[in-house]
């Protein structure tokens, strides 16, 4: 698939009659069959910028959640000349692109004003390269929680203090709030300056030197030791949500062993070029996309794709960046530039997701920009309206509305959607499929019917040739030859595996002359002043003897597909009288999973559907070897009936149809990534099958780089998962807020309990989103 994919995009010279895609013409990599998919206005493309821009990349040290990267991005976007900003937080890298010559080290600058330190990702590299683990775990472990640990041993000695000296133990609290509290107030006023005036920082200090003012010294150092724990826990949690992204950058090595001339030597991956030949070793890993030079090898890609056992390949195949050759030494050819093979082209997937969020995570985006503010309104109010209308103690207000302050914080709230998302999102990944972000996680979850093309998808879109059957005086032999050589040029499937055949036969194939292909209807091209046509038999301009019309259905009873093979002299005057001289015909084999696949999404309730470009009888022939059930998917809305499968499609029937049942159900189309194009952007979600090509990951919604159909129930039950898990998140977070609020307005609950219950809430809901890495399918 992966072949036929990538091939057509940049060599179609004919296509087969009796594929629906005919009607797509002379595509290029520019036509509306093969744009990006749907995203929403404010979603930007992140490897497409202008050639007047300059372009930088940077590693954001210290972020631990989304709500860090929304800091960087709007302290940089505050810079002159930057034209466009994004923090993929997943990766840690900063993308910028700005017109100013000036802008690069000002951007540096306010990164490091807005509290996080940033490194160019050439220099990541290097230092990542000559790295040494010098630091005892001990000693890093002191170092990354020293505040922490000093904070703990200020209030500890505090408390034992106390005992025989209150004063003293006062004081100490004190100064241990303060010396906390400094580089606290420092994060705060850098984000105030750099845009983002209502952080937590902002919060949490506020509600520190409320504390101190009314006395609570004990209380406003336990502060500050709560938010700097719960800081720290989501730093951690932060760094689980990326393991798998940084497990998959290290698939790739350092270094290769290239053969020059007949000799080893030892090169950096980055200088490898499309062309250089390299020998890998059993058990190491293959540096970059690359065609197999020797004759065969069993290759692990299971961290790529899923497979669970090594696949064996043999000499001509495609092997992806990162795969672990198991049995020999082997020589590759390198395909891939750098920073654009299979690894390189999923990072930049993983990234541009962080770009498409789900509809509940844009909303809950905006609600946490003007909730923070809003609650600071509403503190506010409870600080000063009891004691100036009705005569209450400032002292107890003061004190719970700084309670309300610190319960108000949105971070639990707003990490809720973006953990599970991103959880959802790595496990997804690691099975082998990619999903494109937030939005088509959750347009996967309310899938009710799920539509499939037949060859490529259901099928393995390997046709062989069954039958070559010459009429009147020709023999199959001729009827081969002669639609060999119309076919020759065309990548399609069908036509490969014709032209195969005539090899194989050794069969002598003539060139063709105007070959071109007719939209809906066939191909046809002049031999030795012959026009010669391959149409499908329900195309033909010409009435057929019954006898050849028995034979025709007799094969597509089979669940073959049938092409009639005609001919006429070539005249001056246009007419061409068209005679039959021969039947062709193929039969793709169904995948074995397909069964299996099917049975999984009947259990989830989800309807499946065929759509094809074959004859009526060939797909009720491949519905059957499915167990297709015939009960309609839909018949509610305008008496619109939807059968379980649907033939003689053309690409634009396939796209109305689509069209019309998504008015009634909420609709996923599953194709090849090209010739379904128009059809998949039709439907509510889609996802293509391949290999984890260009042309797979840039068509659809999602991709299944493994082609194991059994996944997609997989996928829909992990969408489901991870919408319940968000709905769990949000309950959590917005439950606790609610019932601490009311707590500490009637004074039941204070300062470190509201602390307690933010960074509670973090922790929960992050660890919660956790849950989704172990993820297993139940069907």
């Not at 170092?143 to 000695?157: D, Y």
Request: aromatic content about 4%.
């Amino acid at each position: 698939m992966s072949d036929k994919n990538t091939n057509t995009m940049t060599n179609i010279s004919s296509i087969h009659p009796l594929e629906s895609e005919a009607s797509c013409g002379n595509r290029t990599s520019n036509s509306s069959c093969c744009k990006a998919p749907k995203t929403s206005q404010n979603e930007q493309p992140l490897h497409d910028a202008n050639p007047n821009q300059s372009r930088a990349e940077w590693h954001v040290l210290g972020m631990d959640c989304p709500s860090c990267a929304r800091k960087v991005e709007t302290a940089v976007a505050k810079v002159v000349g930057v034209d466009s900003v994004k923090v993929l937080f997943a990766t840690e890298k900063l993308v910028v692109n700005f017109s100013s010559p000036a802008s690069k080290l000002q951007i540096e600058t306010a990164c490091a004003d807005a509290g996080f330190k940033t490194q160019s990702m050439q220099a990541k590299s290097l230092s990542d390269s000559n790295a040494q683990p010098t630091t005892r775990p001990v000693a890093k472990f002191i170092s990354e929680n020293i505040s922490i640990i000093g904070i703990a041993f200020g209030m500890l000695l505090a408390a034992v203090i106390k005992t025989w000296s209150p004063q003293l133990s006062q004081w100490l609290f004190t100064l241990t709030c303060l010396l906390g509290l400094v580089p606290i107030l420092k994060s705060a006023y850098r984000l105030t300056k750099s845009g983002t005036p209502f952080a937590i920082e902002t919060l949490m200090s506020v509600a520190a030197i409320g504390a101190l003012y009314l006395g609570e010294t004990a209380e406003a150092a336990m502060v500050l030791l709560l938010f700097l724990i719960g800081e720290r826990l989501e730093g951690i949690a932060a760094s689980r949500a990326r393991s798998g992204v940084q497990a998959l950058m290290a698939l790739v090595p350092e270094n290769a062993t290239k053969i020059v001339n007949g000799e080893r030597t030892t090169v950096s991956v980055a200088e490898l070029v499309p062309g250089d030949i390299i020998e890998v070793s059993p058990g190491s890993r293959l540096p970059a996309d690359g065609q197999l030079f020797s004759e065969i090898v069993s290759i692990d890609a299971s961290a790529l794709t899923g497979e669970s056992i090594p696949v064996e390949h043999q000499k001509g195949d495609n092997v992806m960046a990162g795969s672990i050759v198991v049995d020999r030494v082997v020589r590759f050819k390198i395909t891939s530039k750098q920073g654009d093979n299979a690894i390189d082209r999923i990072l930049h997937l993983i990234e541009d997701a962080e770009s498409r969020k789900a509809p509940l995570e844009r909303f809950l985006d905006k609600f946490s920009r003007w909730y923070t503010p809003l609650m600071m309104v509403v503190a506010l109010l409870v600080v000063i309206v009891p004691p100036m209308l009705f005569a209450q103690p400032w002292e107890t207000w003061v004190y719970r509305g700084l309670a309300l302050l610190l319960i108000a914080c949105p971070c639990a709230l707003v990490i809720s959607t973006p953990a599970a998302i991103t959880s959802g999102l790595a496990t997804a990944a690691k099975r082998g499929a990619l999903i494109k972000g937030g939005a088509a996680l959750e347009q996967l979850g309310k899938v009710e019917v799920m539509a499939f093309d037949k060859t490529g998808t259901l099928t393995q879109g390997k046709p062989q040739v069954t039958d070559v059957v010459g009429l009147s005086e020709f023999t199959s032999s001729q009827v081969l030859t002669l639609a060999a050589a119309v076919e020759v040029g065309s990548t399609h499937p069908l036509a490969t595996s014709l032209i195969d055949k005539a090899k194989r036969d050794n069969l002598d194939i003539p060139e063709t002359q105007n070959k071109n292909a007719l939209a809906g209807i066939g191909v046809r091209g002049e031999i030795d002043g012959t026009l010669v046509q391959i149409s499908s038999p329900s195309k033909l301009d010409i009435e057929l003897d019954a006898s050849i019309t028995e034979q025709i259905n007799k094969l597509e009873d089979q669940g073959k597909t049938v092409v009639v093979v005609s001919q006429t002299p070539v005249m001056g005057n246009g007419n061409h009288a068209m005679s039959a001289i021969g039947i062709i015909a193929w039969q793709d084999r169904i995948r074995e999973d397909a069964k299996a696949a099917l049975h999984a999404l009947d259990k989830l309730g989800i309807k499946a559907m065929m759509l094809t470009g074959d004859n009526p009888r060939s797909a009720e022939a491949i519905s059957q070897q499915l167990s297709f059930s015939s009960q309609a998917v839909n018949s509610q809305a305008n008496n619109f009936q939807a059968m379980n499968y649907q033939a003689s499609l053309l690409p634009k029937d396939k796209v109305q149809y689509i069209e019309q049942l998504s008015k009634h159900s909420h609709v996923a189309m599953v194709g090849d990534g090209i010739n379904d194009a128009p059809a998949m952007k039709a439907a509510n979600v889609s996802v293509a099958m391949g290999a984890g090509t260009d042309v797979a990951l840039e068509t659809a919604d999602s991709a299944l780089t493994h082609n194991r159909l059994t996944e997609l129930p997989a996928m829909i039950e992990l969408s489901r998962a991870t919408l319940s898990n968000i709905r769990q998140n949000v309950t959590i977070a917005l439950g606790l807020k609610a019932v601490f609020l009311v707590t500490s307005l009637l004074g039941i609950t204070g300062l470190w309990v509201a602390v307690l219950a933010d960074s509670g809430a973090t922790a929960l809901v992050t660890l919660n989103a956790l849950r989704l890495l172990r993820f297993k399918p139940k069907n």
